[in-house]
Every structure is written in structure tokens, then in C-alpha cells.
């Protein structure tokens, strides 16, 4: 089992093209899994943690309902955003500027086949990371992500998660708003999700921004301790 992983900082990057870049990823393990079957082999998968900040878009995930847009197209033009369908699970989400989204394309046969217990490690290292910052984040019931105040007519979402997975490869992951634009969230209901607000952690700590390097930091760590995984960071794309 490998559990050596490596990550990467795309920066500011288009979404089209860090989902071909992911799919590459994500294709790549899979092709060496199959190989390794065929063949009798046993090399050894790759790991890959991606970090990405996106311009604004929105995307709809393969069980989404178009209804959660609450706009067109040319709506979403005007305010420079751009919309996918796309192949994960979950229904409508957004992505923006000040948003830390991270993309995990892990082999779950070095880790633990068990695509519940990995989502549970995504919200987990999400929560333990916010918890350094003072905020008693958690998971409600029924609804995947990390919120806050869940089971109070207050409940907001802070972090929204969709993922694939295919031979327990993964991709997709979540999305962790730090100082994000929450006007762009009224364009939608978050992931088809109405009633209940969402926030950012600038807002909930009072701040005008909140440093993003340092929150990537932390998630890290706390992903490290959870995954029992060696992380090695790449600094060139």
C-alpha cells in the first residue's frame, strides 16, 4: 500500500481545466490498476491532493436538479460566472474566488475501501481545522458537508463536499468557503438544499480576510494524522 501523497497548489485556475487535469489523474491510477489486475503486477498507485481556487462558476453534480439555479445563463455572464454539468455526486454548487476547494485523487486500496468512512475523514479534517479557529463545526444529519449551529434555526453550511469514485479511485472532494463572495450563493439553492444559509470563515470570525495559505496548512495536517498518509508538496505545476 502506498500511502505517500502528492500535493499540488494550482493557484487561481479555469474549472474546465483542473477537471481535465483531474480526470487525467484520476484515469492514469485507474489505467495502472487495471494493468496491475491483467498483468498479475503490483506497482505501486498514485496519491494526488490538489488545492485550486476557481474564477466564480457553478456546477451541477449527476443527481442535481437545474431548478436549484435560480438564474439563466446570461444572468450568470453578467456577473462573470460559468456553469457545468458534471460527474460527481451532489446537486448544485458554486466556486469562487476566496473558496478553498481541494480534490483528493486517492487509490482508497492504500488507505480503506469504504467510500462512507472517507467522506466522514473529508468533514472530520474540516471540522478539527475550523475547531482552530474556535468554531464548534459538525456534521448534520443527512447532509453531507460541515455546518454550523446544525439543528438550530441558525444551521449554516461552510463546506460542501461531492465526490466520484470508480475501483475506489476518487476525485472531485470539497469546498471550504474562507473568504468568500456570499452574494453568489443566492443565485442557487445549495445543493438543492432550501432554508438554510451559508457562510464563510472570514464572517464568522469577524475578519475581512482570513489567511488562506494557513487554513491549507492546517487542513493538510489534519487530512496527514486521519489518512495516515506521507504528504510530499509539489511547488511547480
Known sequence: MNKKVQVQDLGLKDYKETWDYQEQLFQETLDLKIRNRREDLNLETPNHFLYVEHPHVYTLG??????????????????????????????????????????????????????????????????????????????????????????????????????????????????????????????MIPCGIKGKAVTSLNVELGKKEVNLEKVKQKLLKHFQILFEAEVNEKTEV
Request: proline share 3%.
Open 62 to 187: 449527476k443527481s442535481g436538479d437545474i431548478s436549484n439555479l435560480l438564474v439563466d445563463e446570461k444572468v450568470l455572464a453578467d456577473k462573470g460566472a460559468t456553469f457545468y454539468k458534471i460527474n460527481r455526486g451532489g446537486d448544485i454548487t458554486y466556486h469562487g474566488p476566496g473558496q478553498i476547494v481541494g480534490y483528493p485523487i486517492l487509490d482508497l486500496d492504500n488507505f480503506f475501501t469504504d467510500i462512507h468512512k472517507y467522506l466522514r475523514f473529508l468533514e472530520e479534517m474540516v471540522i478539527l481545522t475550523l475547531k482552530e479557529y474556535g468554531l464548534k463545526a459538525e456534521r448534520s444529519p443527512g447532509e453531507t458537508g460541515v455546518w454550523l449551529d446544525v439543528g438550530t434555526p441558525f444551521a449554516r453550511k461552510i463546506c460542501a463536499m461531492g465526490v466520484r469514485a470508480s475501483r475506489w479511485v476518487t476525485m472531485h472532494g470539497f469546498a471550504l468557503n474562507v473568504n468568500a463572495d456570499l452574494g453568489y450563493f443566492d443565485l
